[in-house]
């Protein structure tokens, strides 16, 4: 994606990452302001489908052709799914971060934990 | 766009291409026609680059356990084929004495020819690394010499010449940090790092053991003195510091981290990498600092930017000493010099041998050539050439949409962010790095320090005249004017190296390891 966008539908958190919350799961990934600022993202290091994830703390390792650089879980919760096509094509983070570009789904240990993120007009602001 | 063959010859102006405007392709050169080819591509079967002699005394075969059960697939080629490929592929690279080399992160300065010339001496390049020391004692009073010096550069009396790389020095440091620390029964689980470091260094404490943990930046591009207060306990073993940092920024508080620090019991590492900025002026041991690598091979002049060979020794204070590497180069009472290995305490050998010899013959040379005045100068006139590109860089507008990260006197080197230019120009830092090079200069470092949006940091040494300077600052300004008018031309470059835009993507997720033979 050329342009920058952020999507009303999602809720975002200050480490630029996205949720998209379902009932009592989530769906994770990086905002476009994350991709452009990494660059060409080369390899995406998911956790184990099982494992628990702390709101505000690395879970995965996203690699660039400039830095290898944490994603920070913006919900607690377990890892239920992760994005396995990105193996073979992680450019899809940058192609479509809101789309396929998705990284991993989780079941919420605590949905209130929802109302703390911020809405797109929000984290918008965040970036200027 | 148009790119003419004026521009593809070292003319990258956009001048020539409006006076042919019916020139609408890229023009390969006839380098870049010439694909790259392996010597292993050129060998033919049965050919030779030596003749060898006849056999004038007994045959004897090798016993049939250590033969090999096949020829090892070496390249069959003659002598002058073998000349030429390596010659061709010198002639793509670009190198200090080729132009420029303003990498910042890397001091990249002149390395003096003088210093080959000795490293050549028969007596330093022929010696063994095992010879016996009563028979190397020429080699041992230079390498005692340079610990000396080292010390008295860097304020801090015991030295070990064993590390071979910055990092490696900083690996050291971890492992003498961790054996003070135990030996007093004291154990400690984490090393503070500012989020400027270079990266190695959190890597380092990562290797050693230790939890890293980062500590913030102040409004002037320091160490967050309060954000350090607060991470200092009594869990952490050391602070890693570059003072200046990676900023190109000197920490007017060091006193005070030195005082922060020393009280929760913990050490205080100095990373030599930007000691170019300071020599003879300040010394690390009088900031306060415990254990500090030099980068011989940056600071003490030795060609290098290919992988090595690099040497990082270290200097440490008398608390540390104890527990410096073994063997030490020590002179006996009697006036020689020996390798001592009675040291009980000792955190071992980090290397084979002594170390990269060569390298601390030609830093040897560097230091008694300029001596501590010279030292000093080089020192003044690093940081006197930042600060006159970075005015230059004011001067043209450049900074208008390259503006300094931090807008203070810079030390030997300072940090642009693209950000501005990126909004403006839609061109991103590292499409005026690529354009640079159809300059020929060697682009600066970029994207580096990471909390600098789209970063250049450029660092321009002590050895490049006012003239050079000037020409890569016109050459930024022309890029960027360029840029307003077709940011197309710099998003397509380079057009005159040897290969042009390189999909580093594709070589991080599709790369070729292999070669068939």
């Not at chain 2, 910042?104 to 063994?128: D, F, I, Q, W, Y």
């Not at chain 2, 304020?155 to 620390?181: F, M």
């Not at chain 2, 009280?263 to 990498?273: E, K």
Request: hydrophobic share 35%; proline share 7%; with cysteine.
């Amino acid at each position: 994606m050329a342009e920058a966008s952020y999507p009303d539908d999602l809720k975002y958190h200050s480490e630029h990452d996205w949720a998209r919350i379902e009932g009592d799961t989530a769906t994770l990934g990086i905002t476009w302001y994350a991709q452009d600022q990494l660059g060409e993202v080369v390899f995406f290091d998911p956790p184990a489908v099982g494992t628990s994830i702390n709101k505000d703390s690395p879970y995965a390792e996203v690699e660039s052709v400039k830095a290898v650089s944490d994603v920070v879980a913006p919900l607690s919760g377990e890892i239920i799914e992760v994005n396995e096509a990105l193996k073979d094509s992680p450019e899809q983070i940058n192609e479509d971060s809101y789309g396929e570009g998705w990284l991993v789904k989780i079941k919420l240990s605590d949905p209130s934990e929802g109302d703390s993120l911020m809405d797109a007009e929000s984290y918008r602001q965040t970036l200027s | 766009m148009t790119i003419t063959d004026n521009q593809l010859h070292g003319d990258p102006g956009i001048e020539a291409h409006e006076q042919h405007p019916q020139r609408s392709a890229i023009v390969e050169t006839e380098q870049q026609r010439d694909r790259a080819r392996t010597i292993y591509e050129k060998s033919k079967p049965g050919r030779r680059a030596f003749v060898a002699p006849e056999l004038d005394v007994p045959k004897h075969e090798l016993p049939e356990r250590f033969r090999r059960a096949e020829a090892p697939k070496l390249p069959e080629i003659a002598e002058p084929e073998i000349v030429r490929h390596y010659n061709r592929l010198s002639k793509r690279n670009f190198d200090l004495d080729s132009g420029f080399y303003p990498l910042g992160s890397c001091t990249m300065k002149h390395n003096p020819k003088l210093h080959e010339r000795v490293a050549a001496l028969p007596g330093n390049a022929r010696l063994h690394p095992l010879q016996n020391p009563k028979r190397a004692q020429g080699a041992l009073e230079l390498m005692y010499e340079l610990q000396g010096a080292l010390g008295e550069i860097a304020g801090l009396p015991h030295v070990s010449l064993q590390p071979s790389a910055g990092s490696h020095g900083e690996l050291a440091g971890v492992l003498l940090t961790r054996a003070y620390h135990e030996d007093r029964g004291d154990h400690r689980t984490k090393i503070l790092t500012p989020d400027t470091a270079h990266g190695t260094n959190p890597a380092t404490v990562t290797m050693g053991g230790y939890e890293v943990v980062k500590v913030g930046t102040n409004a002037d591009g320091g160490v967050d003195i309060e954000d350090l207060r607060a991470k200092a306990d009594e869990q952490v073993a050391c602070l890693m510091l570059t003072n200046p940092n990676t900023l190109g920024v000197f920490d007017t508080n060091i006193e005070e981290i030195a005082k922060i620090v020393h009280g929760v019991g913990a050490t205080l590492y100095y990373d030599g990498a930007n000691l170019n900025a300071v020599m003879g002026r300040t010394r690390p041991g009088d900031m306060g600092f415990d254990i500090v690598h030099f980068n011989l091979h940056k600071t003490f002049t030795q060609p290098h930017g290919g992988g090595g060979p690099g040497a990082g020794p270290i200097a440490v204070s008398d608390r540390i000493e104890p527990y410096i590497t073994k063997p030490q180069v020590v002179k006996r009472e009697d006036g020689t010099f020996d390798l001592d290995y009675d040291r009980p305490k000792s955190i071992g050998r980090l290397r084979g041998f002594q170390g990269n010899y060569g390298v601390f013959v030609r830093s040897y040379a560097y230091i008694l050539s300029l001596g501590s005045d010279g030292l000093q100068e080089a020192s003044e006139t690093a940081v006197l050439n930042a600060n006159y590109l970075l005015a230059r860089l004011r001067q043209l507008g450049v900074t208008d949409l390259l503006p300094p990260a931090y807008d203070r006197l810079c030390m030997h080197e300072f940090v642009l962010s693209g950000a501005p230019m990126k909004r403006e120009l839609g061109l991103r830092t590292l499409d005026l790095a690529k354009r640079l090079l159809d300059h020929s200069f060697h682009p600066p470092t970029v994207y580096f320090p990471l909390l600098v949006d789209e970063a250049l940091l450029i660092e321009p040494t002590e050895t490049e005249t006012k003239e050079t300077l000037d020409a890569f600052a016109d050459a930024l300004a022309q890029i960027l004017r360029e840029g307003a008018e077709d940011p197309e031309i710099a998003r397509n470059a380079p057009y005159g190296t040897p290969v042009r835009r390189l999909d580093e993507a594709g070589a991080a997720k599709r790369p070729v390891i292999r070669q068939p033979l």
